[in-house]
């Protein structure tokens, strides 16, 4: 019998939903669609370098959403729903896989696929509520108005629902149904993004007329352009650097448990049990120290032990608190 103080969670992700919102939110409202960037092939030497730098700079940080989950208590299951064949989707399988999420595949009946993801991902959540009744949160990543039945349903089956949605395509009235609703942006570890700058004097007009005519304007970005296949490359978790994704690890369970629990110091237990349910695999030992004392001690650049509580009482680094 499961421990009634453990919470449980699952996480549900519209992916299409959440890739497109982060790519507009970037570039501006319905650019996605005007890019053609769902059939975008990156890995083509022939492949247009602005669209791969537009993007690499829209890149969905997926360890983010799911770390943020997690800071609710155990996954039960994390799934995302996309058609996987999509070049723009298909790009994140590396990274979600890693993470043990389970991809649904949704084929597309039309062009678009409209609902496609809203329905099965509805049904499936139902159907896991019932089936696995001991589920204390649903995390819903996603902003699209569509659930908000889904949100009200699992919220009148006793369920503490979570929304995290795209600033600017996140509807308001699925925050209402929501007991908690964050944006992408405020995520610990996500850089909050400036919208699009509007285009000036002559640029309006020009601006206007592609508009009108549903094409893409001409892009006036001053990068240095570069080859496609550059600008795409993804660093591979096993060959990292060790030490340095536990100071990563380290420094994103402080930002999390400071922002649930609205204090500086947290206990250095809490924070090595959010590290654990983030990656399984951490361990200080493993890394060199004989007690995880150690290994924040030897992250002074990024944490603070406070040895003097019996408790030991760890925090972000104020230098690093600002950022």
């Given at each position: 019998?499961?421990?009634?103080?453990?919470?449980?969670?699952?996480?549900?992700?519209?992916?299409?939903?959440?890739?497109?919102?982060?790519?507009?939110?970037?570039?501006?409202?319905?650019?996605?669609?005007?890019?053609?960037?769902?059939?975008?092939?990156?890995?083509?030497?022939?492949?247009?370098?602005?669209?791969?730098?537009?993007?690499?700079?829209?890149?969905?940080?997926?360890?983010?959403?799911?770390?943020?989950?997690?800071?609710?208590?155990?996954?039960?299951?994390?799934?995302?729903?996309?058609?996987?064949?999509?070049?723009?989707?298909?790009?994140?399988?590396?990274?979600?896989?890693?993470?043990?999420?389970?991809?649904?595949?949704?084929?597309?009946?039309?062009?678009?696929?409209?609902?496609?993801?809203?329905?099965?991902?509805?049904?499936?959540?139902?159907?896991?509520?019932?089936?696995?009744?001991?589920?204390?949160?649903?995390?819903?990543?996603?902003?699209?108005?569509?659930?908000?039945?889904?949100?009200?349903?699992?919220?009148?089956?006793?369920?503490?629902?979570?929304?995290?949605?795209?600033?600017?395509?996140?509807?308001?009235?699925?925050?209402?149904?929501?007991?908690?609703?964050?944006?992408?942006?405020?995520?610990?570890?996500?850089?909050?993004?400036?919208?699009?700058?509007?285009?000036?004097?002559?640029?309006?007009?020009?601006?206007?007329?592609?508009?009108?005519?549903?094409?893409?304007?001409?892009?006036?970005?001053?990068?240095?352009?570069?080859?496609?296949?550059?600008?795409?490359?993804?660093?591979?978790?096993?060959?990292?650097?060790?030490?340095?994704?536990?100071?990563?690890?380290?420094?994103?369970?402080?930002?999390?448990?400071?922002?649930?629990?609205?204090?500086?110091?947290?206990?250095?237990?809490?924070?090595?049990?959010?590290?654990?349910?983030?990656?399984?695999?951490?361990?200080?030992?493993?890394?060199?120290?004989?007690?995880?004392?150690?290994?924040?001690?030897?992250?002074?650049?990024v944490a603070e032990l406070d040895e003097t509580n019996p408790a030991r009482l760890?925090?972000?680094?104020?230098?690093?608190?600002?950022?």
């Amino acid at each position: 019998m499961n421990d009634p103080g453990v919470t449980r969670v699952a996480v549900y992700i519209d992916f299409d939903n959440i890739v497109i919102s982060r790519y507009d939110q970037v570039h501006g409202r319905g650019q996605f669609q005007r890019d053609k960037v769902r059939g975008f092939n990156r890995t083509d030497k022939s492949a247009d370098a602005d669209i791969a730098e537009k993007l690499r700079r829209a890149t969905v940080d997926v360890g983010a959403v799911i770390d943020f989950a997690s800071s609710f208590g155990t996954l039960v299951l994390t799934r995302a729903y996309a058609d996987w064949s999509a070049l723009v989707n298909a790009d994140y399988r590396g990274q979600l896989v890693s993470r043990a999420v389970d991809l649904v595949q949704l084929f597309p009946a039309a062009a678009y696929a409209k609902n496609g993801a809203d329905i099965r991902l509805a049904v499936d959540a139902v159907e896991d509520m019932f089936r696995l009744p001991d589920l204390t949160h649903v995390v819903i990543v996603a902003g699209d108005s569509d659930y908000i039945a889904l949100a009200q349903r699992c919220r009148r089956l006793g369920r503490y629902v979570v929304g995290v949605g795209v600033a600017g395509s996140t509807s308001r009235s699925l925050a209402a149904a929501c007991d908690e609703l964050v944006t992408y942006d405020a995520l610990p570890g996500i850089t909050t993004t400036e919208p699009p700058p509007l285009p000036a004097g002559p640029a309006t007009s020009e601006q206007a007329e592609h508009e009108e005519s549903g094409s893409a304007p001409p892009a006036r970005s001053r990068r240095t352009r570069r080859p496609a296949a550059a600008a795409t490359e993804e660093t591979d978790p096993d060959s990292e650097d060790p030490q340095r994704l536990a100071t990563r690890l380290l420094e994103r369970a402080l930002r999390l448990g400071q922002e649930k629990d609205d204090a500086d110091w947290l206990h250095s237990s809490a924070v090595k049990s959010q590290m654990r349910r983030m990656d399984p695999s951490f361990s200080e030992r493993a890394l060199g120290y004989r007690s995880f004392s150690d290994f924040i001690k030897s992250r002074e650049a990024v944490a603070e032990l406070d040895e003097t509580n019996p408790a030991r009482l760890v925090r972000l680094n104020p230098a690093m608190a600002a950022h």
